[in-house]
Protein backbone atom coordinates (compact mmCIF):
# COMPACT_ATOMS: atom_id res chain seq x y z
CA UNK A 1 0.00 0.00 0.00
CA UNK A 2 1.46 3.43 -0.89
CA UNK A 3 1.50 5.48 2.42
CA UNK A 4 2.02 9.76 2.73
CA UNK A 5 5.59 9.67 4.70
CA UNK A 6 7.09 12.31 6.87
CA UNK A 7 10.58 12.37 8.31
CA UNK A 8 12.18 13.48 11.67
CA UNK A 9 15.36 13.20 13.27
CA UNK A 10 13.64 11.39 16.39
CA UNK A 11 10.63 10.31 16.34
CA UNK A 12 8.43 9.45 20.44
CA UNK A 13 5.98 6.87 20.54
CA UNK A 14 3.95 7.95 23.43
CA UNK A 15 2.96 11.31 24.98
CA UNK A 16 3.55 10.18 28.47
CA UNK A 17 6.42 11.64 31.17
CA UNK A 18 9.05 9.79 29.78
CA UNK A 19 8.53 10.68 25.93
CA UNK A 20 7.58 13.87 26.65
CA UNK A 21 10.83 14.75 28.91
CA UNK A 22 12.78 13.17 26.14
CA UNK A 23 11.28 15.62 23.62
CA UNK A 24 11.82 18.65 25.67
CA UNK A 25 15.57 17.55 26.69
CA UNK A 26 16.61 16.97 23.23
CA UNK A 27 15.25 20.16 21.83
CA UNK A 28 16.74 21.90 24.67
CA UNK A 29 20.23 20.25 23.77
CA UNK A 30 19.72 21.23 20.40
CA UNK A 31 19.09 24.85 21.03
CA UNK A 32 22.20 25.48 23.31
CA UNK A 33 23.94 23.69 20.18
CA UNK A 34 22.59 25.93 17.89
CA UNK A 35 21.94 22.93 15.58
CA UNK A 36 18.35 22.67 14.02
CA UNK A 37 16.67 19.16 14.63
CA UNK A 38 12.96 17.58 13.94
CA UNK A 39 11.23 15.74 16.81
CA UNK A 40 7.84 14.20 16.71
CA UNK A 41 5.56 13.02 19.81
CA UNK A 42 2.90 10.44 18.30
CA UNK A 43 0.18 9.65 21.19
CA UNK A 44 -2.97 7.77 20.57
CA UNK A 45 -4.82 9.37 23.54
CA UNK A 46 -7.54 11.89 22.01
CA UNK A 47 -5.52 14.45 23.74
CA UNK A 48 -2.56 14.85 25.67
CA UNK A 49 -3.35 13.30 29.21
CA UNK A 50 -6.62 11.38 27.70
CA UNK A 51 -4.72 7.83 28.71
CA UNK A 52 -2.28 9.02 31.71
CA UNK A 53 -3.26 7.21 34.72
CA UNK A 54 -1.03 7.24 38.43
CA UNK A 55 -1.18 7.69 42.00
CA UNK A 56 0.40 10.26 42.09
CA UNK A 57 2.74 11.24 44.82
CA UNK A 58 5.23 12.37 42.50
CA UNK A 59 9.13 13.15 43.36
CA UNK A 60 10.44 16.00 41.12
CA UNK A 61 13.76 14.98 41.58
CA UNK A 62 13.96 14.24 37.03
CA UNK A 63 11.77 17.33 36.64
CA UNK A 64 14.14 19.63 38.74
CA UNK A 65 16.75 18.61 35.49
CA UNK A 66 14.65 19.27 33.02
CA UNK A 67 13.12 22.26 34.57
CA UNK A 68 15.06 24.01 37.38
CA UNK A 69 12.68 26.79 37.56
CA UNK A 70 9.40 24.53 37.04
CA UNK A 71 8.02 26.85 40.15
CA UNK A 72 7.98 29.67 37.87
CA UNK A 73 6.77 28.20 34.63
CA UNK A 74 3.75 27.21 36.32
CA UNK A 75 3.90 23.25 37.00
CA UNK A 76 0.87 21.61 38.49
CA UNK A 77 2.59 20.81 41.51
CA UNK A 78 0.12 22.49 43.67
CA UNK A 79 -0.27 20.24 46.88
CA UNK A 80 3.32 19.18 48.77
CA UNK A 81 2.71 16.21 50.93
CA UNK A 82 2.44 17.29 54.40
CA UNK A 83 1.94 14.14 56.22
CA UNK A 84 2.26 10.42 56.13
CA UNK A 85 0.27 7.08 57.67
CA UNK A 86 0.75 3.34 56.65
CA UNK A 87 -1.88 1.33 58.04
CA UNK A 88 -2.11 -2.30 58.37
CA UNK A 89 -5.61 -3.35 57.38
CA UNK A 90 -6.20 -6.82 59.82
CA UNK A 91 -9.55 -7.60 58.56
CA UNK A 92 -12.91 -5.74 57.38
CA UNK A 93 -13.03 -3.51 60.16
CA UNK A 94 -9.74 -3.30 62.49
CA UNK A 95 -6.54 -1.62 61.28
CA UNK A 96 -3.37 -0.59 63.35
CA UNK A 97 -1.64 2.49 62.25
CA UNK A 98 2.30 1.75 61.56
CA UNK A 99 4.81 3.72 64.04
CA UNK A 100 6.49 6.15 61.60
CA UNK A 101 10.18 4.48 62.89
CA UNK A 102 8.99 0.97 61.46
CA UNK A 103 8.23 2.28 58.04
CA UNK A 104 10.87 1.52 55.37
CA UNK A 105 11.90 4.67 54.55
CA UNK A 106 10.95 4.86 50.63
CA UNK A 107 7.76 5.34 51.75
CA UNK A 108 8.17 8.26 53.86
CA UNK A 109 6.94 11.40 51.41
CA UNK A 110 9.05 14.81 52.74
CA UNK A 111 8.97 16.88 49.57
CA UNK A 112 7.09 14.62 47.23
CA UNK A 113 3.81 16.77 45.90
CA UNK A 114 0.12 14.76 44.83
CA UNK A 115 -0.70 15.65 41.51
CA UNK A 116 -2.59 14.61 38.55
CA UNK A 117 -0.07 12.80 36.36
CA UNK A 118 -2.56 13.53 32.75
CA UNK A 119 -2.35 17.45 34.19
CA UNK A 120 1.38 17.37 34.39
CA UNK A 121 2.03 15.37 30.57
CA UNK A 122 -0.20 18.23 29.70
CA UNK A 123 2.13 20.73 30.95
CA UNK A 124 5.29 19.22 29.38
CA UNK A 125 3.39 18.58 26.11
CA UNK A 126 3.45 22.87 26.01
CA UNK A 127 6.89 22.99 27.19
CA UNK A 128 7.49 20.91 24.60
CA UNK A 129 5.66 22.52 21.73
CA UNK A 130 7.29 25.88 23.09
CA UNK A 131 10.27 24.08 22.22
CA UNK A 132 9.09 23.59 18.93
CA UNK A 133 8.50 19.76 19.19
CA UNK A 134 5.80 18.59 16.67
CA UNK A 135 2.94 16.49 19.44
CA UNK A 136 0.34 14.52 17.45
CA UNK A 137 -2.44 13.39 20.04
CA UNK A 138 -4.81 10.84 18.32
CA UNK A 139 -2.20 9.30 16.35
CA UNK A 140 -1.93 5.93 17.48
CA UNK A 141 1.49 4.00 16.68
CA UNK A 142 -0.01 0.71 14.94
CA UNK A 143 2.99 -1.07 13.78
CA UNK A 144 6.87 -0.86 13.87
CA UNK A 145 8.91 0.16 10.83
CA UNK A 146 12.16 -2.45 10.65
CA UNK A 147 14.75 -2.92 7.49
CA UNK A 148 17.85 -4.08 7.53
CA UNK A 149 17.77 -5.07 10.95
CA UNK A 150 17.22 -1.69 12.00
CA UNK A 151 14.33 0.13 13.60
CA UNK A 152 12.94 2.86 10.79
CA UNK A 153 10.25 4.54 12.66
CA UNK A 154 6.42 3.59 13.19
CA UNK A 155 3.14 3.41 11.21
CA UNK A 156 0.02 4.94 12.47
CA UNK A 157 -3.26 2.91 12.49
CA UNK A 158 -5.59 3.28 9.33
CA UNK A 159 -8.70 5.58 10.61
CA UNK A 160 -12.51 4.74 9.33
CA UNK A 161 -11.87 0.85 8.79
CA UNK A 162 -14.89 -1.41 9.49
CA UNK A 163 -15.24 -4.21 11.63
CA UNK A 164 -15.29 -6.60 8.83
CA UNK A 165 -12.26 -5.21 7.70
CA UNK A 166 -14.29 -2.91 5.00
CA UNK A 167 -13.12 0.35 4.31
CA UNK A 168 -15.82 3.28 5.06
CA UNK A 169 -16.77 6.08 4.10
CA UNK A 170 -13.96 8.84 5.05
CA UNK A 171 -11.45 5.90 5.24
CA UNK A 172 -7.27 7.24 5.61
CA UNK A 173 -4.69 5.05 5.28
CA UNK A 174 -2.19 4.83 8.40
CA UNK A 175 1.05 7.34 7.56
CA UNK A 176 4.71 6.32 7.76
CA UNK A 177 6.81 8.51 10.16
CA UNK A 178 10.06 7.31 9.80
CA UNK A 179 13.32 8.84 12.04
CA UNK A 180 16.53 8.53 12.30
CA UNK A 181 15.86 7.37 16.11
CA UNK A 182 12.85 6.21 17.24
CA UNK A 183 12.42 6.24 21.16
CA UNK A 184 9.36 4.09 22.68
CA UNK A 185 7.97 4.97 25.78
CA UNK A 186 4.07 3.70 25.71
CA UNK A 187 4.12 3.18 28.85
CA UNK A 188 3.03 -0.34 30.69
CA UNK A 189 2.97 -3.45 28.53
CA UNK A 190 3.17 -1.11 25.65
CA UNK A 191 1.95 -3.32 22.20
CA UNK A 192 4.99 -2.16 20.41
CA UNK A 193 7.49 -2.57 22.94
CA UNK A 194 6.23 -5.98 23.87
CA UNK A 195 7.05 -6.70 20.22
CA UNK A 196 10.14 -5.45 20.25
CA UNK A 197 11.87 -6.83 23.37
CA UNK A 198 10.62 -10.17 21.44
CA UNK A 199 12.23 -9.68 18.48
CA UNK A 200 15.49 -8.42 19.28
CA UNK A 201 16.08 -10.72 22.46
CA UNK A 202 16.19 -7.53 24.81
CA UNK A 203 14.91 -9.77 27.49
CA UNK A 204 17.75 -12.18 27.36
CA UNK A 205 19.09 -13.71 30.87
CA UNK A 206 16.53 -11.59 32.74
CA UNK A 207 13.96 -12.21 35.07
CA UNK A 208 10.50 -12.60 33.62
CA UNK A 209 8.58 -8.86 33.98
CA UNK A 210 5.74 -8.71 36.66
CA UNK A 211 3.10 -6.25 37.13
CA UNK A 212 0.19 -5.15 38.99
CA UNK A 213 -3.20 -3.60 38.21
CA UNK A 214 -3.96 -0.11 39.83
CA UNK A 215 -8.07 0.85 40.03
CA UNK A 216 -8.52 3.86 40.78
CA UNK A 217 -11.24 6.78 41.51
CA UNK A 218 -11.10 10.77 42.23
CA UNK A 219 -13.78 11.93 44.59
CA UNK A 220 -15.11 15.31 45.84
CA UNK A 221 -15.27 14.87 49.66
CA UNK A 222 -16.73 17.02 52.35
CA UNK A 223 -14.84 20.03 53.15
CA UNK A 224 -14.74 19.28 56.54
CA UNK A 225 -12.61 15.85 56.06
CA UNK A 226 -10.05 17.11 53.34
CA UNK A 227 -6.77 17.60 54.38
CA UNK A 228 -4.40 18.77 51.98
CA UNK A 229 -1.22 16.93 51.28
CA UNK A 230 -2.20 13.96 53.66
CA UNK A 231 -0.99 10.44 52.06
CA UNK A 232 -2.29 7.16 53.15
CA UNK A 233 -1.32 3.86 52.18
CA UNK A 234 -2.83 0.34 53.55
CA UNK A 235 -1.56 -3.25 53.50
CA UNK A 236 -3.33 -6.58 54.29
CA UNK A 237 -7.03 -6.54 54.05
CA UNK A 238 -9.00 -7.09 51.51
CA UNK A 239 -6.00 -8.88 49.81
CA UNK A 240 -4.52 -11.08 52.62
CA UNK A 241 -7.90 -12.49 52.25
CA UNK A 242 -7.01 -13.41 48.23
CA UNK A 243 -4.28 -14.74 48.50
CA UNK A 244 -2.64 -11.69 46.89
CA UNK A 245 -0.39 -8.91 47.43
CA UNK A 246 -0.36 -5.06 46.77
CA UNK A 247 -1.70 -2.19 48.95
CA UNK A 248 -4.03 0.74 48.61
CA UNK A 249 -3.64 4.62 49.03
CA UNK A 250 -5.76 7.24 49.76
CA UNK A 251 -4.19 10.83 48.46
CA UNK A 252 -6.03 14.30 49.60
CA UNK A 253 -5.24 16.78 47.05
CA UNK A 254 -6.34 20.20 46.42
CA UNK A 255 -9.50 21.31 45.43
CA UNK A 256 -11.74 19.53 47.70
CA UNK A 257 -10.82 16.10 46.40
CA UNK A 258 -9.24 12.79 47.09
CA UNK A 259 -7.68 9.65 44.90
CA UNK A 260 -8.27 6.54 46.24
CA UNK A 261 -7.18 3.30 44.80
CA UNK A 262 -6.14 -0.06 44.61
CA UNK A 263 -3.03 -2.10 43.44
CA UNK A 264 -3.20 -5.79 43.11
CA UNK A 265 -0.29 -7.76 42.00
CA UNK A 266 -1.00 -10.17 39.13
CA UNK A 267 1.22 -13.00 40.52
CA UNK A 268 -2.26 -13.90 42.34
CA UNK A 269 -2.94 -17.90 42.05
CA UNK A 270 -6.82 -17.30 42.91
CA UNK A 271 -8.51 -17.16 39.64
CA UNK A 272 -12.30 -16.27 41.67
CA UNK A 273 -10.07 -13.49 42.56
CA UNK A 274 -11.56 -9.37 41.11
CA UNK A 275 -9.11 -6.60 41.71
CA UNK A 276 -11.93 -4.69 40.58
CA UNK A 277 -14.21 -6.20 43.37
CA UNK A 278 -11.46 -6.35 45.93
CA UNK A 279 -11.08 -2.37 44.78
CA UNK A 280 -14.73 -1.51 45.99
CA UNK A 281 -15.31 -3.69 48.97
CA UNK A 282 -11.79 -1.59 50.29
CA UNK A 283 -13.56 1.52 50.65
CA UNK A 284 -16.13 -0.49 53.26
CA UNK A 285 -13.30 -0.30 55.58
CA UNK A 286 -13.73 2.50 57.93
CA UNK A 287 -10.20 3.63 57.69
CA UNK A 288 -11.11 4.49 54.25
CA UNK A 289 -14.96 5.09 54.28
CA UNK A 290 -14.86 7.95 57.06
CA UNK A 291 -12.79 9.86 54.23
CA UNK A 292 -15.04 9.28 51.44
CA UNK A 293 -19.15 9.17 53.41
CA UNK A 294 -20.78 11.92 52.14
CA UNK A 295 -18.58 12.37 49.27
CA UNK A 296 -19.21 11.94 45.28
CA UNK A 297 -17.27 9.89 42.86
CA UNK A 298 -15.96 12.14 40.14
CA UNK A 299 -13.35 9.72 37.92
CA UNK A 300 -12.68 6.23 37.40
CA UNK A 301 -9.45 4.13 35.99
CA UNK A 302 -7.55 0.99 36.09
CA UNK A 303 -4.24 0.72 34.46
CA UNK A 304 -1.49 -1.92 34.61
CA UNK A 305 1.71 -1.01 36.28
CA UNK A 306 5.33 -2.69 35.13
CA UNK A 307 6.39 -3.57 38.88
CA UNK A 308 9.59 -6.31 37.96
CA UNK A 309 12.22 -3.76 38.60
CA UNK A 310 15.64 -4.19 38.13
CA UNK A 311 15.89 -8.11 37.97
CA UNK A 312 13.33 -7.85 34.64
CA UNK A 313 14.74 -4.82 33.38
CA UNK A 314 15.21 -5.82 29.51
CA UNK A 315 18.26 -4.10 27.27
CA UNK A 316 16.90 -1.12 26.38
CA UNK A 317 18.66 0.05 23.39
CA UNK A 318 18.65 -1.73 20.14
CA UNK A 319 19.67 -0.42 16.05
CA UNK A 320 17.65 2.44 15.63
CA UNK A 321 16.22 3.05 18.93
CA UNK A 322 15.34 2.88 22.72
CA UNK A 323 13.33 1.75 24.73
CA UNK A 324 12.32 4.03 28.27
CA UNK A 325 10.11 4.54 30.94
CA UNK A 326 7.66 2.14 31.99
CA UNK A 327 7.82 0.73 28.54
CA UNK A 328 11.25 -1.05 30.18
CA UNK A 329 9.53 -1.13 33.49
CA UNK A 330 11.86 1.53 35.54
CA UNK A 331 9.01 2.21 37.84
CA UNK A 332 10.72 1.48 41.57
CA UNK A 333 8.04 -0.40 43.24
CA UNK A 334 9.42 0.16 46.68
CA UNK A 335 8.56 3.81 46.69
CA UNK A 336 4.92 3.26 44.63
CA UNK A 337 6.57 5.83 41.98
CA UNK A 338 7.31 5.19 38.41
CA UNK A 339 7.26 8.80 36.74
CA UNK A 340 10.39 10.59 38.12
CA UNK A 341 12.32 7.43 37.19
CA UNK A 342 10.33 7.56 33.80
CA UNK A 343 10.94 10.96 32.98
CA UNK A 344 14.81 10.24 34.07
CA UNK A 345 14.99 7.61 31.73
CA UNK A 346 13.68 9.90 28.85
CA UNK A 347 16.49 12.27 30.07
CA UNK A 348 19.36 9.44 29.57
CA UNK A 349 17.77 8.74 26.06
CA UNK A 350 17.35 12.06 24.73
CA UNK A 351 21.08 12.98 25.78
CA UNK A 352 22.34 9.60 24.38
CA UNK A 353 20.38 10.19 20.88
CA UNK A 354 21.39 14.14 20.64
CA UNK A 355 25.32 12.57 21.08
CA UNK A 356 24.42 9.71 18.28
CA UNK A 357 23.13 12.73 15.64
CA UNK A 358 25.78 15.15 16.67
CA UNK A 359 28.14 12.49 15.30
CA UNK A 360 26.15 12.16 12.32
CA UNK A 361 24.75 8.55 13.17
CA UNK A 362 21.47 6.85 11.89
CA UNK A 363 19.96 3.92 12.96
CA UNK A 364 23.05 2.38 14.63
CA UNK A 365 22.45 0.79 17.98
CA UNK A 366 23.63 3.57 20.61
CA UNK A 367 25.45 1.52 22.66
CA UNK A 368 26.70 4.86 24.51
CA UNK A 369 23.19 4.36 26.39
CA UNK A 370 23.78 1.68 28.64
CA UNK A 371 27.51 3.35 30.02
CA UNK A 372 24.95 6.09 30.54
CA UNK A 373 22.46 4.58 32.44
CA UNK A 374 25.04 3.00 34.59
CA UNK A 375 26.33 5.93 35.61
CA UNK A 376 23.12 8.05 36.58
CA UNK A 377 20.96 7.91 39.86
CA UNK A 378 18.32 5.76 38.21
CA UNK A 379 20.81 3.07 37.65
CA UNK A 380 21.39 3.32 41.46
CA UNK A 381 18.18 3.50 42.58
CA UNK A 382 17.10 0.68 41.27
CA UNK A 383 19.99 -1.67 41.65
CA UNK A 384 19.39 -0.46 45.52
CA UNK A 385 15.96 -1.39 45.55
CA UNK A 386 16.36 -4.83 43.47
CA UNK A 387 15.09 -7.19 46.05
CA UNK A 388 11.78 -5.39 46.94
CA UNK A 389 9.29 -7.21 44.19
CA UNK A 390 10.77 -10.80 44.25
CA UNK A 391 10.93 -10.22 47.92
CA UNK A 392 7.21 -9.45 48.59
CA UNK A 393 5.96 -11.98 45.91
CA UNK A 394 8.51 -14.69 47.51
CA UNK A 395 7.09 -13.83 51.07
CA UNK A 396 4.08 -11.41 51.04
CA UNK A 397 3.83 -8.13 52.35
CA UNK A 398 4.82 -8.28 56.13
CA UNK A 399 7.96 -10.58 55.55
CA UNK A 400 9.05 -8.61 52.30
CA UNK A 401 7.99 -5.43 53.88
CA UNK A 402 10.43 -6.23 56.86
CA UNK A 403 13.30 -7.12 54.66
CA UNK A 404 12.50 -3.65 52.81
CA UNK A 405 12.95 -2.44 56.39
CA UNK A 406 15.65 -4.31 57.22
CA UNK A 407 17.94 -3.12 53.78
CA UNK A 408 16.29 0.40 53.84
CA UNK A 409 16.73 1.43 57.33
CA UNK A 410 19.20 -0.95 58.99
CA UNK A 411 21.79 -1.76 56.69
CA UNK A 412 21.17 1.42 54.34
CA UNK A 413 21.98 -0.69 51.46
CA UNK A 414 20.78 -3.55 50.11
CA UNK A 415 21.69 -7.12 50.94
CA UNK A 416 24.84 -9.04 49.22
CA UNK A 417 22.23 -11.25 47.42
CA UNK A 418 19.91 -11.10 44.97
CA UNK A 419 16.24 -12.73 45.22
CA UNK A 420 14.65 -13.68 41.89
CA UNK A 421 10.93 -14.49 41.22
CA UNK A 422 11.38 -16.25 37.89
CA UNK A 423 7.16 -17.16 37.15
CA UNK A 424 5.43 -15.29 34.80
CA UNK A 425 2.68 -13.61 36.39
CA UNK A 426 -0.03 -15.81 33.88
CA UNK A 427 1.71 -19.29 35.23
CA UNK A 428 0.51 -18.27 38.74
CA UNK A 429 -3.16 -19.46 38.65
CA UNK A 430 -4.26 -22.79 40.37
CA UNK A 431 -7.30 -24.43 39.08
CA UNK A 432 -10.55 -22.90 39.89
CA UNK A 433 -11.52 -25.90 42.03
CA UNK A 434 -8.66 -25.82 43.97
CA UNK A 435 -9.20 -22.18 44.62
CA UNK A 436 -11.46 -20.69 47.74
CA UNK A 437 -14.24 -19.34 46.07
CA UNK A 438 -14.77 -15.22 46.84
CA UNK A 439 -17.94 -13.54 47.90
CA UNK A 440 -18.70 -10.01 47.30
CA UNK A 441 -20.87 -7.42 48.00
CA UNK A 442 -23.33 -6.03 45.76
CA UNK A 443 -22.36 -2.57 45.00
CA UNK A 444 -24.82 0.28 46.93
CA UNK A 445 -24.10 2.97 44.54
CA UNK A 446 -22.57 5.42 47.17
CA UNK A 447 -19.00 3.54 48.08
CA UNK A 448 -18.97 0.86 45.93
CA UNK A 449 -20.08 0.43 42.43
CA UNK A 450 -20.40 -1.56 39.48
CA UNK A 451 -18.45 -1.98 36.60
CA UNK A 452 -20.25 -0.64 33.90
CA UNK A 453 -21.02 2.82 35.97
CA UNK A 454 -17.05 3.04 36.33
CA UNK A 455 -16.20 2.60 32.56
CA UNK A 456 -19.04 5.15 31.94
CA UNK A 457 -17.36 7.79 34.37
CA UNK A 458 -13.70 7.07 32.64
CA UNK A 459 -15.27 8.74 29.17
CA UNK A 460 -14.21 5.93 27.45
CA UNK A 461 -15.04 5.85 23.61
CA UNK A 462 -14.44 3.77 20.69
CA UNK A 463 -15.99 4.05 16.98
CA UNK A 464 -18.00 0.92 17.56
CA UNK A 465 -17.89 -0.11 13.83
CA UNK A 466 -14.16 -0.75 13.92
CA UNK A 467 -11.97 -4.45 14.18
CA UNK A 468 -11.98 -5.37 17.22
CA UNK A 469 -8.44 -4.37 18.97
CA UNK A 470 -8.50 -7.35 21.59
CA UNK A 471 -7.12 -10.26 19.80
CA UNK A 472 -7.10 -13.91 20.14
CA UNK A 473 -4.64 -15.91 18.78
CA UNK A 474 -6.89 -19.09 19.25
CA UNK A 475 -10.44 -18.02 19.36
CA UNK A 476 -11.68 -21.57 20.97
CA UNK A 477 -9.39 -21.67 24.03
CA UNK A 478 -11.55 -19.80 26.13
CA UNK A 479 -14.24 -21.88 26.67
CA UNK A 480 -12.24 -25.03 25.74
CA UNK A 481 -9.58 -24.42 28.29
CA UNK A 482 -10.07 -21.50 30.22
CA UNK A 483 -13.70 -22.05 31.61
CA UNK A 484 -13.45 -25.31 32.70
CA UNK A 485 -9.86 -24.86 34.10
CA UNK A 486 -10.06 -21.41 35.65
CA UNK A 487 -13.61 -20.32 35.26
CA UNK A 488 -12.64 -18.26 32.44
CA UNK A 489 -10.87 -15.40 34.79
CA UNK A 490 -10.64 -12.99 32.21
CA UNK A 491 -14.43 -12.35 33.37
CA UNK A 492 -12.69 -11.02 36.71
CA UNK A 493 -9.48 -9.47 36.02
CA UNK A 494 -11.05 -7.25 33.90
CA UNK A 495 -11.36 -3.44 35.40
CA UNK A 496 -14.20 -3.00 32.54
CA UNK A 497 -16.44 -5.76 31.99
CA UNK A 498 -15.10 -6.30 28.20
CA UNK A 499 -14.85 -10.15 28.83
CA UNK A 500 -18.17 -12.25 29.30
CA UNK A 501 -19.24 -15.88 29.28
CA UNK A 502 -22.60 -16.02 27.70
CA UNK A 503 -25.07 -18.15 26.31
CA UNK A 504 -24.85 -18.60 22.32
CA UNK A 505 -27.92 -16.99 20.88
CA UNK A 506 -28.13 -20.13 18.70
CA UNK A 507 -28.42 -22.32 21.93
CA UNK A 508 -25.53 -24.08 20.90
CA UNK A 509 -24.00 -23.35 24.62
CA UNK A 510 -21.51 -20.77 26.05
CA UNK A 511 -19.68 -18.24 23.87
CA UNK A 512 -16.79 -15.91 24.79
CA UNK A 513 -18.15 -12.07 24.60
CA UNK A 514 -15.43 -9.68 23.82
CA UNK A 515 -17.06 -6.15 24.37
CA UNK A 516 -14.36 -3.94 23.01
CA UNK A 517 -16.03 -0.77 23.07
CA UNK A 518 -15.51 -0.64 27.18
CA UNK A 519 -11.58 -1.06 26.91
CA UNK A 520 -10.00 1.27 29.42
CA UNK A 521 -6.63 -0.11 27.72
CA UNK A 522 -5.10 -1.25 30.97
CA UNK A 523 -3.50 -4.33 29.27
CA UNK A 524 -4.59 -6.68 31.80
CA UNK A 525 -5.73 -8.80 29.65
CA UNK A 526 -2.54 -9.31 27.64
CA UNK A 527 -0.11 -10.02 30.63
CA UNK A 528 -2.61 -12.29 32.89
CA UNK A 529 -4.28 -14.34 30.72
CA UNK A 530 -3.05 -18.24 31.57
CA UNK A 531 -3.08 -19.32 28.06
CA UNK A 532 -0.78 -16.08 26.66
CA UNK A 533 -4.37 -16.22 24.30
CA UNK A 534 -5.22 -12.68 24.24
CA UNK A 535 -3.21 -9.71 22.64
CA UNK A 536 -3.95 -5.74 23.03
CA UNK A 537 -2.85 -3.97 19.83
CA UNK A 538 -3.79 -0.50 19.43
CA UNK A 539 -7.36 0.69 18.32
CA UNK A 540 -8.42 3.15 16.35
CA UNK A 541 -6.61 6.40 17.32
CA UNK A 542 -8.08 8.78 19.61
CA UNK A 543 -10.24 5.83 21.14
CA UNK A 544 -9.98 4.86 24.73
CA UNK A 545 -10.34 6.44 28.00
CA UNK A 546 -10.23 10.77 28.70
CA UNK A 547 -9.16 11.27 31.93
CA UNK A 548 -9.75 13.93 33.55
CA UNK A 549 -7.24 15.22 36.32
CA UNK A 550 -5.96 11.78 36.58
Not at 221 to 229: L, M, N, T, V
Not at 258 to 277: A, E, R, T
Not at 311 to 331: E, V, W
Not at 394 to 420: C, D, M, W
Amino acid sequence: MERESMEFDVLIVGGGPAGLSAACRVMQMAQEAEQELTVCVVEKGSEIGAHIMAGTVFEPTALNELFPDWKEKGAPLNTPVTRDDIFLLKNQEGATKIPNAFVPKNMHNHGNYIISLGNLCRWLAEQAEGLGVEVYPGFAAAETIVEDGQVKGIITGDMGVARDGSEKDGYMPGMELRAKYTLFTEGCRGHLGKRLINDFKLDEGKDPQHYGIGIKELWDIDPAKHEPGLVIHTTGWPLNESGSTGGSFLYHLENGQVYVGLISDLSYSNPHMSPFDEFQRLKLHPEIKKHLEGGKRVAYGARAITKGGFNSLPKMSFPGGLLLGCDAGTLNSSKIKGSHTAMKSGLLGAEAVFEALKDGKSGEEITSFEERFKDSWLYKELYAERNFSPGMHKFGNFVGGAIAYFEQNILRSSLPFTFHDTTPDYATLKPADQAKKIAYPKPDNKLTFDKLSSVFISNTNHEEDQPVHLKLSNPDIPIQENLPKYNEPAQRYCPAGVYEVVEADDGSGKKFQINAQNCVHCKTCDIKDPSQNITWVTPEGGGGPNYPNM
